[in-house]
Structures are given as structure tokens and as C-alpha cells.
């Protein structure tokens, strides 16, 4: 019996670009509904989905364009960013930043990202979205900077509180501890990857902390999580390392995929890890972490392979893994695997 | 997105339009003096200093309705004339090769190969006219010069912006579902199986490490493909093995039906064209690009001849270059939704520009009413 058999799919208005981590996933569990976002160049598509799979309501959110003369702003990503007190849907592009209530409803915030007059050879534009604690927002920049933005418990008065600026290069992926187990105490908050494959590690506050800078080896980090203090990070070389977050220990090396890796996620109640390519396979893995001797097992379960498409976004819908959904370029559609 | 994208284009697309155009001639019996001329002239034009100067410009890539005014002023820089129709097909078959090249580019640096590869047949092509033959050396190294250095994260994000380019474009071509290429529904069919790319390692190989970084314990995963060893590098240089064969002549005189697009089933889609759509920088750029090739390099139209590049099932419909919106007889619902998609994704891309009351921008909606 497969570990996961394949659901319907949910169809989307326009097809998924290729982007990293091109799919977002919000569970809401009082209303029975899960938020799918999909990044269509300057479109990102929002599906609400019914638990019961009855009801699909849609909405598109465009990219801002500071003024019409201009071409059209791409869109990098869109991701949700879970808070204690709020969630919001955080569009990231070329111009800038923008933040909505977690519906895509009502844009709560703008930032622009500061873009020369004429165009310089190095692109502009905004990648990397993660909430961090209780009332932070982080997003990348393609100088490598971080924008680091408090988040108050309601409103629209965000701000801009901090600037890292510590990669080189273009930031791809940022992920928070996502542990999930109340009263664990993880130093690390934060994980940041860049087009060169570095990792910096940090504590949210006032002042955020770097922690550790985990060197990469000139190939691009496209996809990281931070799981019980362990870095888990996919590279465009199909390899997946898991390091040891706070001192840069490489506890193992996966020769995951044939082709660039696009998307990871994990299910932090099981441990569970996903990794999709752009060689058409998605794997499931399972991560064992041994205290005593502060180490971790990788374990192979299971692979999907989505058939002469290459994936651009793979998530857990819920925080055990027992169901995932996947997007590739090309399709209009929101792939979902259930466990058998 | 990328900043880099248009010299890559232009090179490649213009590539695959010197292949189809090359095997179209030889098909229709052409001359050789008039085949050898028409090639020197567009490949001049497209190689002009001028012209390649203001593509390397760092600028976003715009819109099909943009590239295909300038690839089709390129053909016209030659004495052949191409209807409207042809350069509609010839603008579909161009698009397709190169989504399926960059599509299945093996790493993103690759592009550079599948560019070398256009460039070196290119070379060829025009290798009994030297002073034509220099401009293409010029710019190959310009090229190397300038993208050779570029990490391969900026080159995924090249290539990504291309994908975006192509997105949802499955038109069918006739050569590339005969070779297994494409599937029926105008989908490209990617492998799991074959080498990796130079410089990745075979999947399915777990390490794990102690602390002081020794290796503890190995084991294996099946993959669900079957994965070799890469092949050789590719020579990035100005002459050498490029290895990837991606961006090659796929074309043959032998078979003068593979240039064929298909038409049943499939959403013929002629973008569009009204010139108050296009947003100010998408015009200035289509102003530079033209303005970039040079009067005295076009040639007497009194001395051109007129070609029709494809046979047709239907007969041929007097339209405008660039005329609106032509939807096939469609038979199943997928095609209709797509068609919806495509067409409201057009209509979606235009942009509503503030009045171009400036003189600037009537001098230039007046060239584009020339055209």
C-alpha cells in the first residue's frame, strides 16, 4: 500500500510560474478551511477550500505598480506569516512589499523597494518571507539585505525596525523555528539562505542576533527550514544538508533530486520533511532527532512523481504531514496526496 | 526579474528563425545567391553592433507583441518579404523550440550553451561572408565577456523569467511530437531517466556524520528513475564541444513537412496590437530597437521577393500584420479553458498608460502605424 495516495485537485485560475516555494498554505482550523496561494507572474491566485471539499471560493491579488507607465511588476512569492495574534499574506515582487489580512481582503501595507532610475545589470526585487516569534516579519532583498518589520497585534501600523545586512547575495529563503512544542526552548529563531548557498542562523528581538553564518559552497540555497534547532536546506545541486543551526555541524547530506530543489517544508509534529524538484518528483522523509547524542536520522518513505511537470511548490496541509499539495509550472492546478 | 534576458533572446529566437528559415528556402528550390543573401542580411542586421549594443542594455523583457515586431523588422532586413501569416507561424515555431531548450536546459548555466550552439551554426551559415562572420565573433565574445561570470543562481533567475515568458504557450509542433518531444496535449514530456547534469551527484545516496564530521553511515533510497553519471562539460569558449545538443538544427531539408504547427485542436493566438497598450518603456525600447538597424542596411524593395513560408490547409485571410485576436474551432473543454486563460491573460497584460501626449510618444505610435 502507498504511504500516500493522490486527491482531487483543486483548479486554479492561472498556471504557476517558476518561482521557489511558489505555494502557500494556511490552515483555519475554526472555519474548516485552508488558504492555497499560487504566484502567476503578476498574479497570485488565492483559493479557500472547504475541509469538506465542497466549497472553492477564488480571488487574485495584482502586484502594486507605482505608476501605469511602467511594465509590469513580477511577483517573487507570496507566502502566509502566521502570528500570534494575526495572520498575514505577504506578497513580495519587484517594487516592494505588500501585506494583507490573511484573506486577501484588505492591503494592509506597503513598502517600496528603493530601484534605481535606469536599470542596473543586478535585478531588484523582494524573495524570502518569514514570520518569526511573536511580532515579526522578515523579507529578503535581492541585495541580501533583511527587512525586519514589527507587526502590531492589530491595524496597519507595521514598521520597519530593523535592517540585517549580513548575506551577499540574493536572499532566496527564510524560514522561522517551527518546533511547534510549547515550553521548548529553541536558541535559534531564524534561518536566512542566499543564492550562494549561505546560511545565517538568529535570534528574533529588538535587536536580532546572528547566531552562526553557516558557509555555502557557491550553489544556490533555494529552500530552508529550521526544525528543533536543525537547519534543513535544498540546493540547486538536488542535494539536501541538515546542519547542527547554532554551531554549523553537517549532520547529513541527501543526493535528493536529479534537478534543482525548489520546495522543502516539514510537518513539526511528526517530523516529516517534503522536498520537491524540478526533475518531477516529490519525496517524503522522515527526520529522527536523538538528543543523547545530538544527532539526526534521515529516513526515506515515500516519492510522487508528477508526470513531464516541474514542481515549483510542495507543502504540508497540517502540521503531521498527513496531506500535502503540490505545484508545478505550467499546471493550473493544486495537486493534493493524502495518507492511505 | 532578470535584468539580462534580451541579447539571450534575440540570439536564440533569432537563432531558431535562421533554421526554419534556411530549411524553408532550400524546401521552396530558392537560389543560392538569394538564400546566401537573405541570410547575410538578416544575421548582419541581428549581429549590428548598434543593435546587439541596445539589447545588453540591463532591462526587463516585454512583451511577444515587442519581440515579434522586432524579429519580424529582422526578417524584412533581408529581400524576402514574409506574409503575415508565415511570420505568425514562424513566430509560434521560434517560441516553442526555445521554451522546450530552456525548459529542459539540463543546469540554468546551460543556457549559454544552447545560446553557443545557435551562434556556432549561425557562424555557418554565413561562413563565405566574412565581414558578416566578424560581427558574429564580436558578439560571442561579447557575450562570454559579460555572462560568463554570472553565478548560477543568477542564471536560474534568467531562466526563470523566460519560463514566465512561455508561460502557458503549448502550441503543438508537427517535428516535436513526431520525435516524442511533446506530448498530444502540447506538453513537454521531461524525463526521469538519462544523466545529471555536470556537476550534480546520482540521486539516492543518504550520509550521516558524527560531530567531528566523520562519516557514520550510508545508505540508499530508490529514486523512482533510473539516473546515470553526467556526461562531459561543455566548452563555454568561443569555438569547442558544447556537448548538450539543445539549441542544434533540429530542422532537415529532407523534411520540409516538420516545420509544420498544429493547427486542429490547438489555440492559435495573434497577440493583439493596439500601440496605445503598450506601456512608455515597452515603446522606447521598440524605438531603440529599430531606430538600432540601420537604413542603408535595408535593402531595395524593387529587388526582394516574396515567399510564403508555410503551406496552409486554409486559404490564406488578407489581415494586418498584426491583427486581432484569431481563436480556432476548438473541440474539447481543456482547450477552452486554456483559450480563456491565454486570452484573458492577454487582455489581463495590457497596460492602460497615462495619454502619450508628449510628441514622443506620437512620433512613436506613428512608426508603429507604418509597420
Given at each position: 500500500i502507498s504511504m500516500y495516495h493522490k486527491e482531487k485537485s483543486i483548479q486554479v485560475k492561472n498556471s504557476a510560474s517558476a518561482?521557489?516555494?511558489n505555494l502557500g498554505v494556511l490552515r483555519i482550523a475554526p472555519r474548516h478551511l485552508t488558504y492555497f496561494t499560487v504566484v502567476h507572474a503578476n498574479v497570485v491566485n488565492m483559493v479557500s477550500a472547504s475541509w469538506d471539499g465542497l466549497n472553492y471560493s477564488h480571488r487574485q491579488l495584482q502586484s502594486k505598480e507605482?505608476?501605469?507607465?511602467?511594465s509590469t511588476s513580477l511577483i517573487m512569492q507570496a507566502a502566509f506569516c502566521p502570528l500570534p495574534s494575526r495572520d498575514l499574506l505577504v506578497v513580495t515582487s519587484q517594487k516592494g512589499i505588500q501585506m494583507y489580512e490573511s484573506d486577501g481582503s484588505i492591503m494592509v501595507y506597503w513598502h517600496a523597494l528603493d530601484t534605481p532610475e535606469t536599470p542596473t545589470a543586478q535585478a531588484v526585487f523582494a524573495r524570502g518571507i518569514s514570520a518569526v516569534r511573536e511580532s515579526y516579519i522578515c523579507v529578503g532583498v535581492s541585495s541580501g539585505a533583511i527587512l525586519v518589520f514589527d507587526v502590531p497585534i492589530?491595524?496597519?501600523?507595521?514598521?520597519?525596525?530593523e535592517v540585517l545586512k549580513e548575506h551577499k547575495e540574493s536572499i532566496t529563503d527564510i524560514a522561522p523555528?517551527?518546533?511547534?512544542?510549547?515550553?521548548?526552548?529553541?536558541?535559534?529563531?531564524l534561518v536566512s539562505a542566499d543564492d550562494g548557498g549561505n546560511l545565517c542562523v538568529w535570534k528574533s528581538g529588538e535587536d536580532f542576533q546572528l547566531l552562526n553564518n553557516i558557509p555555502g559552497f557557491?550553489?544556490?540555497?533555494?529552500s530552508v527550514k529550521l526544525w528543533k534547532g536543525t537547519v534543513v536546506a535544498g540546493y540547486g545541486t538536488g542535494q539536501i544538508h541538515l546542519y547542527e543551526?547554532?554551531?554549523?555541524?553537517?549532520?547529513a547530506e541527501i543526493n535528493a533530486h536529479a534537478r534543482w530543489i525548489y520546495s522543502l517544508d516539514i510537518a513539526p509534529f511528526s517530523g516529516l520533511l517534503l522536498s520537491a524538484a524540478e526533475d518531477s518528483l516529490v519525496r517524503v522523509w522522515h527526520l529522527t532527532m536523538t538528543p543523547e547524542t545530538n544527532s539526526v536520522e534521515v529516513a526515506h518513505l515515500h516519492n510522487e512523481c508528477v508526470t513531464d511537470t516541474q514542481i515549483c511548490g510542495a507543502k504540508f496541509c497540517d502540521g503531521d504531514g498527513y496531506a500535502f499539495a503540490v505545484t508545478g509550472y505550467d499546471l493550473s492546478e493544486i495537486i493534493r496526496y493524502t495518507q492511505s | 526579474m532578470s535584468e539580462r534576458t534580451l541579447p539571450l533572446v534575440f540570439i536564440n529566437l533569432g537563432g531558431e528563425m535562421l533554421y526554419i528559415l534556411d530549411q524553408r528556402l532550400h524546401a521552396l528550390n530558392t537560389s543560392d545567391d538569394n538564400s546566401e543573401k537573405v541570410m547575410n542580411d538578416i544575421v548582419g542586421t541581428m549581429f549590428g553592433k548598434d543593435f546587439m549594443d541596445e539589447l545588453l542594455k540591463p532591462q526587463q523583457l516585454y512583451s511577444h507583441r515587442t519581440m515579434k515586431t522586432v524579429l519580424t523588422r529582422l526578417a524584412h532586413a533581408s529581400i524576402m518579404r514574409l506574409n503575415p501569416a508565415s511570420m505568425d507561424r514562424l513566430y509560434e515555431l521560434m517560441v516553442m523550440a526555445f521554451k522546450y531548450q530552456v525548459l529542459l536546459?539540463?543546469?540554468?548555466?546551460d543556457l549559454l550553451l544552447i545560446t553557443y550552439n545557435h551562434i556556432d551554426t549561425i557562424r555557418e551559415f554565413v561562413k563565405d561572408t566574412p565581414v558578416v562572420g566578424n560581427k558574429v565573433d564580436e558578439t560571442h565574445r561579447k557575450i562570454i565577456e559579460i555572462?560568463?561570470?554570472?553565478?548560477e543562481g543568477e542564471f536560474q533567475l534568467l531562466r526563470q523569467t523566460l519560463l514566465i515568458f512561455f508561460q502557458d504557450m503549448h502550441i503543438r509542433v508537427s517535428l516535436f511530437l513526431k520525435n516524442q518531444l511533446?506530448?498530444?496535449?502540447g506538453r513537454f514530456a521531461l524525463s526521469t531517466s538519462g544523466p545529471v547534469p555536470y556537476g550534480m551527484d546520482v540521486p539516492g545516496l543518504i550520509r550521516t556524520f558524527d560531530r567531528k564530521g566523520r562519516e557514520v553511515r550510508r545508505s540508499e533510497f530508490p529514486t523512482g528513475g533510473s539516473y546515470t553519471s553526467p556526461i562531459r562539460k561543455g566548452c563555454f569558449e568561443?569555438?569547442?564541444?558544447?556537448?548538450?545538443?539543445?539549441?542544434?538544427?533540429?530542422?532537415?531539408?529532407?523534411?520540409?513537412?516538420?516545420?509544420h504547427t498544429s493547427k486542429a485542436h490547438s489555440v492559435k493566438v495573434i497577440t493583439d496590437d493596439t500601440?496605445?497598450?503598450?506601456a512608455k518603456e515597452e515603446l522606447n525600447l521598440l524605438a531603440r530597437l529599430m531606430g538600432s538597424m540601420?537604413?542603408?542596411d535595408m535593402p531595395k524593395t524593387e529587388t526582394g521577393f516574396q515567399i510564403n513560408l508555410f503551406t496552409t490547409d486554409q486559404e490564406e485571410e488578407e489581415e494586418p500584420l498584426f491583427g486581432v485576436i484569431n481563436i480556432q474551432a476548438m473541440q474539447d473543454e481543456q482547450a477552452a479553458t486554456q483559450l480563456a486563460q491565454i486570452a484573458g491573460q492577454f487582455a489581463e497584460g495590457e497596460e492602460q498608460p497615462?495619454?502619450?501626449?508628449s510628441s514622443k510618444g506620437d512620433d512613436l505610435l506613428a512608426m508603429m502605424d507604418d509597420l
Open positions: 518561482l521557489y516555494n507605482p505608476n501605469v507607465a511602467t492589530k491595524g496597519s501600523n507595521i514598521t520597519l525596525s523555528e517551527c518546533s511547534g512544542q510549547p515550553g521548548m526552548e529553541c536558541i535559534a529563531d557557491d550553489m544556490s540555497c533555494s543551526a547554532v554551531t554549523g555541524i553537517l549532520h | 536546459c539540463p543546469r540554468p548555466k555572462y560568463s561570470s554570472l553565478p511533446q506530448n498530444p496535449n568561443l569555438h569547442g564541444d558544447r556537448v548538450i545538443r539543445l539549441g542544434m538544427n533540429m530542422y532537415t531539408v529532407n523534411h520540409p513537412e516538420e516545420t500601440p496605445n497598450l503598450l540601420k537604413a542603408d497615462e495619454n502619450l501626449s
